[in-house]
C-alpha cells in the first residue's frame, strides 16, 4: 500500500470519528431538550454518511486481498463504535457526578 492511500485512509478515520462523536452529540442533545440547529444536525449526518462512503469507495479501488479490505472495514466500524461509546460514557459519568454533587 502507498503512502498516499495510507493518509487517504487515515483521513477518512479521523474525519470519520469526528464526524460521528458530533453526531451522537446532536443526538443525544435533541433528546434531553437541548436546542440543536437543524443544519447542525443535518451536517452531522451527511459527515458520518460521508465517512462510510469514503471509505466503501476507497476499498472498492483498492488492490488489496478481500481479507484486508474487510480487516480495513471491520476496523473502521469498530473504532467509530469506540468513539461514540467513550463520548457516551464520558458524558454519563461527568452527569452522574454533578447529580451526586447537587444531593
Do not use: C, H
Not at 469507495?57 to 469498530?78: C, D, Q, R, T
Amino acid at each position: 500500500m502507498e503512502l498516499n492511500e495510507k493518509g487517504y485512509y487515515f483521513t477518512v478515520l479521523m474525519f470519520g470519528l469526528f464526524a460521528v462523536i458530533s453526531l451522537q452529540k446532536a443526538v443525544r442533545d435533541k433528546l434531553e431538550g437541548i436546542p440543536v440547529t437543524e443544519i447542525y444536525y443535518g451536517i452531522s449526518w451527511f459527515s458520518t454518511l460521508l465517512t462510510i462512503t469514503l471509505l466503501v469507495i476507497g476499498l472498492w479501488n483498492a488492490e488489496l486481498l478481500p481479507s484486508e479490505k474487510g480487516f480495513y472495514a471491520f476496523a473502521f466500524l469498530l473504532a467509530i463504535f469506540g468513539a461514540i461509546t467513550v463520548q457516551k460514557n464520558t458524558r454519563d459519568s461527568k452527569l452522574a457526578t454533578n447529580d451526586q454533587n447537587l444531593n
